[in-house]
């Protein structure tokens, strides 16, 4: 059973960890650029109508 174990760990969670890892990285990154394309755009909306 530990043998199956340490395979089961190998080949399927690590491979999962790496691919729930890449996903939260792109998530993030993706929150973080469109609030700075709303922020922006807020900007110059709010500078253009004054």
């Known amino acids: 059973m530990r043998l199956h174990d340490r395979y089961l760990f190998r080949e399927l969670l690590t491979p999962l ?5 890449g996903f939260l990285v792109f998530w993030i ?7 700075i394309f709303v922020t922006t755009t807020t900007f110059v909306t ?5």
């Open 17 to 21: 960890a790496y691919c729930l890892g």
């Open 29 to 35: 990154a993706s929150k973080k650029e469109w609030s």
């Open 46 to 50: 709010m500078t253009t109508v004054v």
